[in-house]
């Protein structure tokens, strides 16, 4: 099972949940399943070509998914995916 | 019920809507609502039920649309907002513009890259509109500084204006299924071509309520070597356009708009071409009376000196009481009233965040 940890701004697109779980065995997956079951957040995270936003990060664990590999980054079981937007301001 | 004046203020933070009573004396202010988000374009729907939309261009998350059936005390996102087909290749960069459509429901929206979408059912869902949004031209358009954007959609019946910066000016006459760039007289001070068939950099269009073949736009000018292509007026639903800006200090601005009333009566607020600030830190906004045949300078109220301020193309917007007053936000966050047709005008609000649009309506 991997743990996806939602942030703050995007819970109300996921009834609430600061996280949902997934059983996808790549990061693909996991759009897939999100895209699928909460289509709101899938649209906050990727852009309507399927890329992850540019203000979004994705880590696995503690790695950002632009040093693994790409969509196809493979998932184990007790894998935490985290979504979080970029820190910016101005 | 007395009317009441409603403004939907988009601004880099967020919305606001301040509501007066319709003898505009005070106005009180609620928001910032999306808070933290940059609102480009607001609506107020008063068909039926007045509705209030604004657009909510998230740099994180994407885009959404506020909609408020309350007059603003709230809002709430619609169910989807704009968005292109998965294999079109063009991600949604921006929503510039928001008008109603000819039924209750229905709503226009224009957006970055140029494009039109289309809603039937107040916005929860929306469809791209293919005769404008994958027009043979539309990979030939250019962005300008401010993105490529449609931020004017003017509906007459069937017949549908848009102004994309930088597109120019194009017309369907079948309600959006087809269209047509409609831009001679209108220059495009730095293209190779000065007069082209398309690619201007059209700020904003207007038409008078009251004469739909009469048209102002405000076009990309301040170029002294290219002077008088910024101001223009056509007298043929936007076939043609000639200038009309002599007597202005500057032909470059953003707004333009037309009296609710007299067809003949248009405002601009010419700005500085190098800086797109007020000419000589004195903000003026500008009136003609005979359809730009002459203008008169309206500052009465305003800061003689030492105001830099800009105010973008959808910051400007005029009511349609009796006596109209005008309204419009500047991008050091002061909202500006002028009473009396712009005779006499006082600042609203001092401080609230960069402004990017004004919008008026009367509600019961």
């Known amino acids: 099972m991997i743990r996806i940890q939602i942030p703050g701004q995007l819970q109300q697109y996921c009834s609430g949940a600061k996280e949902i779980s997934s059983v996808a065995k790549d990061i693909q997956g996991v759009f897939e399943d999100l895209e699928n079951r909460f289509p709101a957040l899938y649209g906050c995270v990727c852009d309507e070509g399927g890329n992850v936003r540019r203000h979004v990060n994705v880590f696995i664990n503690t790695t950002h998914l632009r040093e693994c590999n790409g969509m196809s980054t493979s998932l184990n079981a007790g894998d935490v995916v985290f979504i979080l937007p970029a820190v910016s301001g101005g | ?364």
């Open chain 2, 1 to 364: 019920m007395p009317k009441r004046v409603i403004l939907a203020i988009g601004t880099k933070k967020g919305m606001f809507v301040a509501e007066g009573a319709s003898n505009r004396n005070k106005f009180s202010l609620k928001g910032p609502f999306g808070p933290g988000v940059a609102v480009y374009s607001t609506l107020i729907d008063n068909r039926s039920t007045p509705k209030i939309y604004g657009s909510s261009c998230n740099s994180w998350f994407g885009m959404k649309i506020l909609r408020s059936t309350d007059l603003g005390k709230s809002f709430r996102e619609t169910k989807s907002a704009p968005a292109f087909p998965k294999d079109d290749g063009r991600v949604l960069a921006n929503i510039w513009s928001l008008e109603p459509g000819a039924g209750k429901k229905d709503l226009w929206c224009g957006v970055e890259p140029a494009s039109l979408f289309r809603s039937t059912n107040g916005g929860d869902s929306w469809e791209m509109v293919s005769g404008i949004s994958n027009h043979e031209h539309a990979r030939k358009w250019m962005p300008g500084n401010g993105g490529l954007c449609m931020h004017t959609i003017l509906r007459d019946g069937d017949r549908i204006h848009l102004g994309i910066s930088t597109g120019g000016h194009y017309v369907s006459e079948d309600d959006g299924s087809t269209f047509k760039p409609s831009n001679t007289g209108v220059g495009a001070a730095w293209s190779p071509e000065k007069f082209p068939e398309f690619g201007q950099c059209v700020h904003k269009i207007v038409i008078p309520k009251s004469a739909p073949g009469r048209m102002y736009m405000q076009n990309h000018g301040g170029d002294p070597n290219h002077p008088n292509i910024g101001v223009l007026r056509s007298d043929d639903y936007g076939r043609s356009w000639r200038s009309i800006s002599e007597g202005l200090p500057s032909d470059f601005g953003f707004p333009i708009v037309a009296h609710p009333h007299d067809p003949d009566i248009v405002y601009v607020m010419p700005l500085e071409g190098m800086t797109r600030t007020c000419p000589g830190g004195a903000p003026t906004v500008w009136r003609s009376a005979n359809g730009g045949g002459s203008w008169k300078k309206l500052n009465t109220g305003f800061p003689k000196k030492e105001s830099f301020f800009t105010v973008q193309r959808d910051g400007l917007d005029i009511d349609d009481l009796k006596s109209p007053a005008l309204y419009f936000g500047t991008t050091t966050g002061q909202l500006w009233i002028g009473r009396d047709s712009g005779e006499q005008w006082s600042c609203l609000f001092q401080s609230l965040p960069p402004i990017h649009c004004v919008k008026v309506a009367l509600v019961e």
